[in-house]
């Protein structure tokens, strides 16, 4: 897996949240619906709206702190920022909700290998969230780190892909 390192560029969620974000359902209020299959649709376009919407958010925010730390970008402008594209996010999570929830509502069976692929992309998510939250931290607070990661046997030099050792750190 390729590692985006451009600090100026935001992060944007894809395909990698698309599995899960067609899985996750958010009850709606109300217990009489004409259409059984239009409260599915939407319960489903809801929850992959919300999947979007914070894996973007988060992805934004991690990645917007590591220029807030360096004074280039101050926290209205993070703010902006980050709700303008989880707003996007969301729109895009709104139409592969729609797609989604359509699909397994005409082929359930499809929910088994969504369900997989659900996994794989959720773990793909997390190392990019992981790099995210990586590349905020001040090389003072990556030094701790990777010493107490150290000292418990683990190597974030490995999990981290190219993350750079200081010379005589470890």
Not at 71 to 89: C, F, K, M, P
Not at 90 to 105: D, E, K, R, W, Y
Not at 152 to 162: D, I, N, P, T
């Amino acid at each position: 897996m390729s590692r985006d390192r451009d600090p100026l560029q935001i992060p944007r969620a894809g395909l990698e949240a698309a599995p899960l974000a067609g899985l996750v359902s958010i009850p709606l209020p109300g217990r009489t619906v004409p259409l059984p299959s239009g409260r599915l649709v939407a319960e489903s376009t809801l929850g992959a709206v919300v999947v979007y919407g914070i894996y973007q958010a988060l992805l934004s925010a991690l990645r917007c702190e590591a220029l807030v730390r360096r004074g280039e970008l101050d926290r209205q402008a993070q703010v902006r920022i980050v709700s303008r594209s989880a707003w996007a996010a969301m729109q895009q999570g709104a139409a592969i909700g729609v797609v989604l929830s359509l699909v397994v509502l005409v082929l359930p069976w499809l929910s088994l290998p969504l369900g997989l692929l659900s996994v794989v992309g959720a773990g793909r998510a997390s190392l990019d969230l992981a790099h995210a939250f990586w590349d905020g931290l001040s090389p003072l607070q990556r030094h701790d780190l990777h010493r107490a990661a150290y000292a418990a046997g683990v190597s974030l030099h490995r999990l981290l892909g190219g993350g750079r050792l200081a010379a005589g750190s470890l």
